[in-house]
């Protein structure tokens, strides 16, 4: 019996071994592979890698983290007070753990279990470095493990001075200013070498939490998280206690990114690009941009862009608008104008907002196809008489009855019968004509009467619309335009994307000369004759509203230049005065003047 027993207490104890072993087993197998995740992580993002994207027009750059403006330091040159006061407030054992400071993890943890709330970090510099560069700032002990394995491969990796500089470049310290450089010269006007220890630890008070110490909306706090700063200084032997709280005196100059709506959009374009070309979802591609150090050589026009964003910015308070300016002969965007602000990161209305373009769409989608199916001229007659297509009954403006016009007519004061019934000589032409220009929101909704005159389902956005009038600048030939000229990589690594000129012929060169005329008939006569200019050798253009004037559209050439503009309201609402006096004509004007 007790041998029996011995060999079943053997047998347990054997199969006990052998499942701990296993246990064991799994979990070394399961760090390895934590450990092997993070170090793919710390790879493939590299925090020396990570440079500013540069953005130039003309002679003129500017640098860009993210989209944001950042004067980052190297290791070689952080200040000494700046590097004494983060170690003193955030990580005072920081050059002797290894990226992990257990004595701080379990104080974390035994708060957090106490207050049954995760607010306490209890994170290293190097563990913050993780979360800011790799992970989001979700409070859950998932991303505290992964931010604790990143911080060790991390300091695999860097020197700590090469660590601290990476976190104070990308502390956030309030008011879209990133980094302890730009926040020197953003709020005291000065290097962050040159700072007094009252200054370093007032800047040092802010990126604790941003909103809640932000020296602009709340000093009061500021100066006091400042007062505690000075005293653990103080008590770390990091300065004299003699050193007392001096009163700052704070001189905002703004971070400024010149002609924010352009470079945003340019950049954003340069990505999608980079993504096609990579083969990169669009994350990655912006990635791999900052860490090969590119150069995006843009096509804008200071002067241009300065005078459409001017105009836009003088619109009534309840009107907003959006621009496009456009070479003919580079397809180079020139200008491009989405928002009021002088802020990056805003709504852009040029290429993110889709509103109906209305009567601009009849020479692309009418009277271009049905020139070229019909070898009509201008002086041809139209049926202007009341018509319906589908239940499709429209009324020209006025609620005018005509009879019979010249196609000249039907074009310079944009009649709506005569355009109906000659899209329905030429609706399949049309319907052909207008897939290359690559609206985006085009439906299957779309391939009907109604679209004659421009009510699209969701609409065209003013930087696609501009973009297709380039075809009458062309001899009928569209080729998409780019606000990009080139990216190019650093260091020798060459030029990942140049802008070509890619011709698609949308209609014949007869057609085309026949519709330039009608675009200035437009102008001298027609809807769009207060914006007329007697200077260049060529004006054409053509106006468009919509129902109600919720919507007013101008698209003009001069000479091998086109301009589009759209004004309205984000919520639709009827302009009816300033549609009725060509407000969007007149503002036009002003730019191209």
């Known amino acids: 019996m007790r041998i029996t027993t011995g060999y079943l207490l053997l047998i347990g104890l054997t199969i006990g071994l052998l499942l701990t072993l296993f246990s064991v087993r799994d979990q070394l197998e399961t760090s390895r592979k934590l450990f092997h995740w993070a170090d793919v992580q710390t790879t493939r993002q590299p925090l ?47 050059y002797q753990h290894g990226g992990y400071d257990i004595t701080g993890i379990l104080r974390a943890f035994t708060e957090n279990q106490s207050t049954d709330q995760k607010g306490q970090g209890g994170s290293t510099i190097t563990q913050q470095l993780a979360r800011m560069t790799y992970l989001s700032n979700e409070k859950t002990y998932t ?6 394995l990143i911080a060790i491969s991390l300091e695999q990796k860097y020197s700590k001075k090469e660590l601290l500089t990476a976190y104070v470049n990308q502390a956030y310290f309030a008011n879209n200013i990133y980094g302890i450089e730009l926040a020197s010269s953003a709020y005291l006007g000065k290097k962050a070498n040159d700072l007094t220890w009252a200054e370093v630890s007032y ?33 770390t032997d990091t300065i004299p206690k003699s050193i007392k709280t001096k009163e700052i005196a704070l001189s905002f100059n703004k971070p400024v990114i010149p002609f924010p709506d352009y470079i945003d959009a340019s950049v954003k374009e340069a990505i999608r690009q980079t993504a096609a070309i990579k083969k990169l979802d669009y994350e990655a591609a912006q990635q791999y941009l900052h860490q090969h150090g590119a150069t995006i050589a843009t096509y804008l026009d200071s002067t241009e862009q300065t005078r459409a964003k001017q105009s836009i910015v003088a619109l009534p308070k309840e009107i907003e608008g959006a621009y496009v300016g456009i070479d003919g002969r580079t397809h180079g965007v020139t200008a491009l104008v989405g928002h009021k602000t002088d802020l990056p990161g805003q709504f852009n209305r040029a290429t993110q907002s889709f509103r109906q373009p209305g009567s601009t769409l009849k020479p692309l989608l009418v009277y271009g196809p049905y020139l070229e199916k019909t070898k009509a001229t201008l002086s041809s007659p139209l049926d202007g008489r009341p018509v319906c297509f ?56 779309d391939n009907a009467y109604t679209s004659a005159l421009g009510g699209l389902k969701y609409g065209v956005s003013p930087y696609e619309l501009t973009n297709a009038y380039t075809t009458f600048v062309n001899d009928g030939l569209y080729s998409p335009a780019s606000m990009v000229r080139t990216i190019t990589l650093s260091k020798g690594e060459g030029t990942l994307y140049r802008h070509t000129v890619q011709n698609n012929r949308i209609w014949s060169s007869r057609t085309n000369q026949v519709l330039r005329k009608g675009l200035t008939n437009v102008m001298t006569y027609g809807t769009g004759r207060l914006g007329y200019d007697a200077r260049p050798t060529y004006i ?54």
């Open 203 to 235: 800047l040092a008070a802010i990126p604790n939490n941003p909103t809640l110490y932000d020296p602009l909306r709340s000093p009061q706090n500021t100066e006091k998280r400042q007062q505690r700063i000075l005293k653990i200084l103080a008590n």
């Open 390 to 445: 589908d239940g499709y009954c429209p009324e020209n403006s006025g609620n005018r009855i005509l009879g019979e016009v010249t196609l000249a007519d039907a074009i310079a004061y944009s009649y709506n019968t005569p355009a109906l019934r000659a899209f329905s000589v030429s609706f399949a032409e049309g319907l052909k004509a207008i897939r290359p220009f690559k609206f985006s929101q085009w439906s299957k909704q």
């Open 48 to 94: 020396t890698s990570y440079k500013p994207i540069t953005v130039t027009y003309g002679k003129e750059k500017v640098k860009l983290y993210d989209g944001l403006r950042r004067d980052d330091l190297t290791a070689n040159a952080l200040p000494k007070k700046v590097e004494q006061t983060f170690i003193a407030i955030e990580d005072q054992r920081f």
């Open 143 to 148: 991303r505290k493990i992964k931010e604790l």
């Open 540 to 593: 054409g253009g053509k106006t468009g509203t919509t129902n109600d004037n919720k919507d007013m559209w101008f698209v003009g050439i001069k000479d091998q230049h086109i301009g589009g503009i759209w004004l309205g309201a984000d919520i639709p609402r009827p302009f009816p005065a300033e549609a009725n006096s060509t407000l969007q004509v007149r503002t036009w004007a002003n730019i191209l003047r």
